[in-house]
T-cell receptor
Framework: DGGITQSPKYLFRKEGQNVTLSCEQNLNHDAMYWYRQDPGQGLRLIYY???????QKGDIAEGYSVSREKKESFPLTVTSAQKNPTAFYLCASSRGVNNEQFFGPGTRLTVL | RKEVEQDPGPFNVPEGATVAFNCTYS??????FFWYRQDCRKEPKLLMS???SGNEDGRFTAQLNRASQYISLLIRDSKLSDSATYLC????????????FGRGTQLTVWP
């Protein structure tokens, strides 16, 4: 089955620890995205990547980092510099930056 | 002005009702428009793309009004299972663009 996988589904971390969220797609999509969603809020773009080895900051990149070494993978690291990391993190991919995006199931991160 | 704006609702309608949502966008050069559905604590799922000529899929109709810069989603004969948050997404017309999502409109269909 083609799709986007994110792991883990739930993640708990202590304050001050860096944590990396996984996102993999087998749709052969060029573009990949990371969003954050807080309760009752819309999607906020953290980072996106149009092609391998290239990525751009979104609206709320501070405290996050990404890499795009492979077309299929776009991991997100939430660093200790992110002041309020507890949120629902969604990864998405699309054929191109202006095409429809398809989302993974998300990772709920709780920082204690 | 925000790139994309939606009425957050909530919209509470009885089964069988017709309900419509609008989504306004700021950039007249926008070319791509989409509606997504998001269930509670789940990921958004693509509902339909919005074409210049409109788009219909069963009980759902999406339309684009370029002159007034908005897209709409019409749901006819509402079902309980239509209860969800509906998000619109619009690109901004740039080759380095990305989609901008509205905050979503919450719909509850009651029996």
């Amino acid at each position: 089955d083609g799709g986007i996988t994110q792991s883990p589904k739930y993640l708990f971390r202590k304050e001050g620890q860096n944590v990396t969220l996984s996102c993999e797609q087998n749709l052969n999509h060029d573009a990949m995205y990371w969003y954050r969603q807080d309760p009752g809020q819309g999607l906020r773009l953290i980072y996106y990547s149009q092609i391998v080895n290239d990525f751009q900051k979104g609206d709320i990149a501070e405290g996050y980092s990404v890499s795009r070494e492979k077309k299929e993978s776009f991991p997100l690291t939430v660093t200790s510099a992110q002041k309020n990391p507890t949120a629902f993190y969604l990864c998405a991919s699309s054929r191109g930056v202006n095409n429809e995006q398809f989302f993974g199931p998300g990772t709920r991160l709780t920082v204690l | 002005r925000k790139e994309v704006e939606q009425d957050p609702g909530p919209f509470n309608v009885p089964e069988g009702a017709t309900v419509a949502f609008n989504c306004t966008y700021s950039n007249s050069a926008s070319q791509s428009f989409f509606w997504y559905r998001q269930d509670c604590r789940k990921e958004p799922k693509l509902l339909m793309s919005v074409y210049s000529s409109g788009n219909e899929d069963g009980r759902f109709t999406a339309q684009l009004n370029r002159a007034s810069q908005y897209i709409s989603l019409l749901i006819r004969d509402s079902k309980l299972s239509d209860s969800a948050t509906y998000l619109c997404a619009v690109n901004m017309g740039s080759t380095l663009g990305r989609l901008y999502f509205g905050r979503g409109t919450q719909l509850t269909v009651w029996p």
